[in-house]
Structures are given as C-alpha cells and as structure tokens.
C-alpha cells in the first residue's frame, strides 16, 4: 500500500508561482515513477508531468513545458511541482499518482485506471 499527501495548493495570480509537493509513504518501494495529473471542472483529468525514481528522467505535457518543474527526493518520499507563470487555465484539481512503470513517459501513455495509487488532491485557483 502506498499512501500519497498531497499539499501547497491555493490561489495564485497569474503570472505568480505555487510549489505542489506530495509525501509518500507505506510500501514506498512501488514508487517507480511518480507525477501529477489535474482535473478542471467538467473536463476530464488529465496527464501533467512524471518523473521516474531517482530523478532519472521526466516527462512533461505539452501545455506545461517550460512553466512547470516536477523534482523528486526518492530517498525522503517527496515529489514537487513547481509552478511558474501559472494561467487560469491551469486551475484545476491536482492530484499525485505512483505507478510501477519503468518510465516518466509511461505515465503519460497508460490508461489512467491502471495507476493504481494517487493522492486526494490540492485544488489549485489562478486568477488573472
């Protein structure tokens, strides 16, 4: 089992900045690759950014390059998301996920239902 804790979400201007981070625990050692997907209201979640144990790759959605930075501390459990220059269309729900998979990318391509842990998540509001 693995339990995951998401915080730091609020309100933020846009144009401002806003750190996301998730604490993991339990059977920690499933944590292969974590990451963050969103849901805005009336949309469907979807994919964020993935980063695989060990800080060895990332993988990140087009609409966040350059804005968003996921870091992971493997060894205390921890995982950021580093908002910048965030729009109002980035408000949405942001959830934490894990997932067995040897690769950030694979966050990105498997289906949603398939992860098997993911956090409550942090509602995150951009005003403009």
């Known amino acids: 089992q693995v339990q995951l804790v998401e915080s730091g979400g609020g309100l933020v201007q846009a144009g401002g900045s806003l750190r996301l981070s998730c604490a993991a625990s339990?059977?920690?050692?499933?944590?292969?690759?974590m990451g963050w997907f969103r849901q805005a209201p009336g949309k469907e979640r979807e994919f964020v950014v993935a980063i695989k144990r060990n800080s060895i790759s990332t993988y990140y959605a087009d609409s966040v390059k350059g804005r968003f930075t996921i870091s992971r501390d493997s060894m205390k459990n921890l995982v950021w998301l580093q908002m910048d220059s965030p729009k109002p269309e980035d408000t949405a729900v942001y959830y934490c996920a894990t997932a067995p998979v040897p690769s950030a990318q694979a966050m990105a391509v498997i289906p949603q239902r398939q992860i098997a842990y993911w956090g409550q998540g942090t509602q995150v509001t951009v005003s403009s």
């Open positions: 339990g059977d920690t050692f499933s944590t292969y690759a």
